[in-house]
């Protein structure tokens, strides 16, 4: 019973479509957010004058302040795609998947 | 300069989790719209507290004040549990000491945040019920496995509430000028009262309240900061660096060497999704859907409480220093400078004076007074459902606990928890505690975040893997801190430190994966064999919610 359960949901394209996407967003949304964090502490590790580079020559704001408040809005742009793309396609997926189910 | 910095950091992180207050406290005198306001939140939420009461009937309504929290509701109880009092003070103080280096230190807090989403929220909530033992023990044994979250929540919990504990009676004392030992007490008994009485549903609301209050107070506070320079951070910047120079604008000695940097960076991520009362709050929402949704606005509203915090710390920089009236003139006779009074951490709280007169003072006040309740709280509740949920219900118990008396095992722990704090406060108040934050962090790290993430995502785990891997995690953490520069030089007064970073994050993690895996391909026994086999079950529910725990009916 509880194999056939397993079977009937593994074998649904529904489940293989579910899997790949999602493994496909959240891989490629994390890597996005851990390369643009680690670049940013990583660059002020190794050369920190870079970010201390004003933006414009008559100005005082540096390109450190543009990125640093880039990557909080980045950061919270990402978990909007995610949540964007989640409740869109996901949530259509896993109903269907579980209506597959119903009653076994 | 970089030694004199680092020693600043330092003691910013404590402050970040605890409020603490740099340097002498002197009392002040009673701040009587402080009082006032103080008191109609107190009154308000003891009002909420007694109608959660009402409704907090089972352990479901306890743990998770009955699982029909929504989504935006949670996000903003997130980032009430997420704020504390020791990031608004102790971020913009130190925006307004080092400019630059402020922001850095808060994008580190927040870049966590969409990793939880990405990776843990969903699985987490569709395997969870009421605590993140149940995922990590969904498949495993439940006696080692819960024995072992239970200890690192424990454990992370108690450092923390410490932290707070401290934070909360220095920084009561300095803005309401009563004693250090009443602070306290008034603190840990407040705490108890919500909790004891209104579990899950009262501290999400004093959480929510809280966010709503300081979310606002910090945006009038950067908005009047704003207006002064027709809004334009040209002229503000300008204005700052012509003060305290144009390096404030650069990045400064915060991550000096690329080691300490991904440590810390390694701490603050992987810890932010270990730490127990942050884990918690998924359980509070209906389903997968509300989960994402709460992690969304909360990485809103905490991102743009980041932002206001830099705002303010430069405000600061414009109106609080070399400021005649908030200047420290016992401490400048001394060591010279233009300190001010309380220290650097206070510099938001000066500028909420500069801003709004007594009056927004005495709101600012009360809302740093309401955040540090509504962080204790939730700490106090993560600890004390590893008690009766994990402890004693599950190991203890084996599953068969009457619901009403694991109830009354919750209670009782709160309350020993909650005395437990108060006496940590008292004993801790003159010891160098910054060590604490870090070193929970560390053990959320090292020992929760490995166990959960692969117990979710990783097949051939077994019990054995994790419980040798998770506590090998937890022991070099906290070896490694004992070892390190801030217990082993600056408190046990050794010359040199053996461990020399301050972060362990890189180092325990590390351990502590390699440990989980080694000790989990190595198991050959039939028991790792089941194990390995039931993933797939349970990989389908974490994937689709298939048989997760519902919602509640009210």
């Given at each position: 019973?509880?194999?056939?359960?397993?079977?009937?949901?593994?074998?649904?394209?529904?489940?293989?479509?579910?899997?790949?996407?999602?493994?496909?967003?959240?891989?490629?949304?994390?890597?996005?957010?851990?390369?643009?964090?680690?670049?940013?502490?990583?660059?002020?590790?190794?050369?920190?004058?870079?970010?201390?580079?004003?933006?414009?020559?008559?100005?005082?704001?540096?390109y450190?302040?543009?990125?640093?408040?880039?990557?909080?809005?980045?950061?919270?742009?990402?978990?909007?795609?995610?949540?964007?793309?989640?409740?869109?396609?996901?949530?259509?997926?896993?109903?269907?998947?579980?209506?597959?189910?119903?009653?076994? | 300069?970089?030694?004199?910095?680092?020693?600043?950091?330092?003691?910013?992180?404590?402050?970040?989790?605890?409020?603490?207050?740099?340097?002498?406290?002197?009392?002040?005198?009673?701040?009587?719209?402080?009082?006032?306001?103080?008191?109609?939140?107190?009154?308000?939420?003891?009002?909420?507290?007694?109608?959660?009461?009402?409704?907090?009937?089972?352990?479901?309504?306890?743990?998770?004040?009955?699982?029909?929290?929504?989504?935006?509701?949670?996000?903003?109880?997130?980032?009430?549990?997420?704020?504390?009092?020791?990031?608004?003070?102790?971020?913009?103080?130190?925006?307004?000491?080092?400019?630059?280096?402020?922001?850095i230190?808060?994008?580190?807090?927040?870049?966590?945040w969409?990793?939880?989403?990405?990776?843990?929220?969903?699985?987490?909530?569709?395997?969870?019920?009421?605590?993140?033992?149940?995922?990590?023990?969904?498949?495993?044994?439940?006696?080692?496995?819960r024995?072992?979250?239970?200890t690192?929540?424990?454990?992370?919990?108690i450092?923390?509430?410490?932290?707070?504990?401290?934070?909360?009676?220095?920084?009561?004392?300095?803005?309401?000028?009563l004693?250090?030992?009443?602070?306290?007490?008034?603190?840990?008994?407040?705490?108890?009262?919500?909790?004891?009485?209104?579990?899950?549903?009262?501290?999400?609301?004093?959480?929510?309240?809280?966010?709503?209050?300081?979310?606002?107070?910090?945006?009038?506070?950067?908005?009047?900061?704003?207006?002064?320079?027709?809004?334009?951070?040209?002229k503000?910047?300008s204005?700052?660096?012509?003060?305290k120079?144009?390096?404030?604008?650069?990045?400064?000695?915060?991550?000096?060497?690329?080691?300490?940097?991904?440590?810390?960076?390694?701490?603050?991520?992987?810890?932010?999704?270990?730490?127990?009362?942050?884990?918690?709050?998924?359980?509070?929402?209906?389903?997968?859907?509300?989960?994402?949704?709460?992690?969304f606005?909360?990485?809103?509203?905490?991102?743009?409480?980041?932002?206001?915090?830099?705002?303010?710390?430069?405000?600061?920089?414009?109106?609080?220093?070399?400021?005649?009236?908030?200047?420290?003139?016992?401490?400048?006779?001394?060591?010279?400078?233009?300190?001010?009074?309380?220290?650097?951490?206070?510099?938001?709280i000066?500028?909420?004076?500069?801003?709004?007169?007594?009056?927004?003072?005495?709101?600012?006040?009360?809302?740093?007074?309401?955040?540090?309740?509504?962080?204790?709280?939730?700490?106090?509740?993560a600890?004390?459902?590893?008690?009766?949920?994990d402890?004693?219900?599950?190991?203890?118990?084996?599953?068969?606990?009457?619901?009403?008396?694991?109830?009354?095992?919750?209670?009782?722990?709160?309350?020993?928890?909650?005395?437990?704090a108060?006496?940590?406060?008292?004993?801790?108040?003159?010891?160098?505690?910054?060590?604490?934050?870090?070193?929970?962090?560390?053990?959320?790290?090292?020992?929760n975040?490995?166990?959960?993430?692969?117990?979710?995502?990783?097949?051939?785990?077994?019990?054995?893997?994790?419980?040798?891997?998770?506590?090998?995690?937890?022991?070099?953490?906290?070896?490694?801190?004992?070892?390190?520069?801030?217990?082993?030089?600056?408190?046990?007064?050794?010359?040199?430190?053996?461990?020399?970073?301050?972060?362990?994050?890189?180092?325990?993690?590390?351990?502590?994966?390699?440990?989980i895996?080694?000790?989990?391909?190595?198991?050959?026994?039939?028991?790792?064999?089941?194990?390995?086999?039931?993933?797939?079950?349970?990989?389908?529910?974490?994937?689709?919610?298939?048989?997760?725990?519902?919602?509640?009916?009210?």
């Amino acid at each position: 019973m509880k194999n056939e359960y397993i079977k009937t949901i593994k074998n649904d394209p529904n489940y293989k479509e579910l899997l790949q996407r999602r493994r496909r967003l959240t891989l490629g949304l994390s890597l996005s957010m851990l390369v643009v964090y680690f670049s940013f502490i990583l660059s002020i590790a190794f050369k920190p004058s870079l970010l201390g580079t004003p933006i414009f020559s008559d100005s005082v704001i540096t390109y450190g302040i543009a990125v640093g408040i880039f990557v909080i809005l980045f950061a919270f742009i990402l978990t909007g795609i995610y949540t964007y793309i989640a409740n869109k396609k996901f949530d259509a997926l896993t109903q269907k998947i579980q209506n597959n189910v119903k009653g076994m | 300069m970089n030694r004199s910095f680092l020693f600043i950091i330092l003691s910013s992180i404590v402050l970040f989790a605890s409020g603490t207050i740099e340097g002498a406290i002197e009392k002040q005198d009673l701040n009587i719209s402080a009082i006032m306001m103080f008191i109609l939140f107190v009154g308000a939420t003891l009002g909420i507290t007694y109608w959660a009461a009402r409704k907090t009937k089972s352990p479901k309504d306890f743990y998770t004040a009955g699982g029909g929290i929504t989504g935006f509701q949670n996000g903003m109880a997130i980032a009430g549990d997420y704020m504390s009092a020791a990031s608004f003070l102790g971020i913009s103080g130190l925006v307004y000491m080092k400019g630059y280096d402020g922001l850095i230190y808060s994008i580190g807090f927040l870049v966590g945040w969409p990793i939880i989403l990405f990776m843990i929220a969903e699985p987490l909530r569709n395997l969870g019920k009421y605590s993140f033992a149940d995922v990590a023990s969904y498949r495993l044994k439940q006696t080692p496995i819960r024995s072992l979250a239970a200890t690192g929540s424990i454990a992370t919990v108690i450092l923390y509430l410490i932290a707070q504990m401290v934070g909360s009676g220095k920084l009561i004392q300095l803005l309401f000028g009563l004693e250090y030992e009443i602070a306290v007490i008034l603190v840990g008994v407040l705490m108890i009262l919500y909790v004891t009485f209104g579990g899950m549903l009262a501290t999400t609301w004093v959480q929510i309240i809280k966010a709503f209050l300081l979310l606002s107070g910090a945006t009038f506070m950067a908005f009047a900061v704003m207006n002064n320079y027709d809004f334009s951070f040209e002229k503000l910047f300008s204005h700052a660096t012509e003060i305290k120079g144009i390096e404030i604008m650069s990045p400064g000695g915060l991550v000096s060497d690329p080691i300490s940097a991904i440590s810390l960076a390694v701490a603050l991520m992987f810890g932010t999704a270990g730490l127990p009362h942050i884990l918690m709050r998924f359980f509070t929402v209906s389903d997968a859907k509300e989960a994402r949704k709460s992690v969304f606005y909360a990485t809103g509203f905490i991102g743009y409480f980041y932002i206001l915090t830099f705002i303010i710390g430069f405000g600061a920089i414009v109106m609080v220093f070399e400021n005649p009236e908030y200047v420290d003139y016992a401490s400048q006779a001394i060591s010279g400078g233009s300190p001010i009074i309380g220290g650097n951490n206070m510099a938001a709280i000066h500028l909420s004076h500069a801003v709004g007169g007594d009056f927004f003072l005495g709101f600012i006040s009360a809302v740093a007074f309401a955040t540090i309740l509504a962080v204790v709280s939730g700490l106090t509740l993560a600890g004390a459902s590893a008690i009766s949920h994990d402890l004693y219900s599950s190991v203890i118990k084996k599953g068969n606990a009457d619901p009403k008396v694991e109830m009354r095992v919750s209670k009782i722990a709160t309350v020993a928890l909650g005395i437990v704090a108060i006496i940590m406060g008292i004993m801790f108040e003159n010891q160098n505690i910054a060590f604490v934050v870090g070193l929970a962090f560390a053990i959320a790290a090292s020992a929760n975040f490995p166990i959960l993430i692969l117990s979710m995502y990783w097949q051939r785990l077994t019990t054995r893997g994790a419980v040798i891997g998770g506590s090998l995690g937890l022991a070099t953490a906290v070896t490694l801190v004992v070892l390190g520069p801030i217990v082993w030089v600056q408190i046990l007064g050794n010359a040199e430190a053996i461990f020399p970073y301050k972060y362990p994050a890189l180092f325990s993690v590390t351990v502590s994966f390699l440990g989980i895996y080694f000790f989990s391909i190595t198991d050959n026994s039939l028991r790792a064999k089941e194990e390995q086999e039931a993933f797939e079950m349970q990989f389908i529910r974490s994937q689709t919610g298939i048989g997760a725990e519902g919602a509640s009916e009210h």
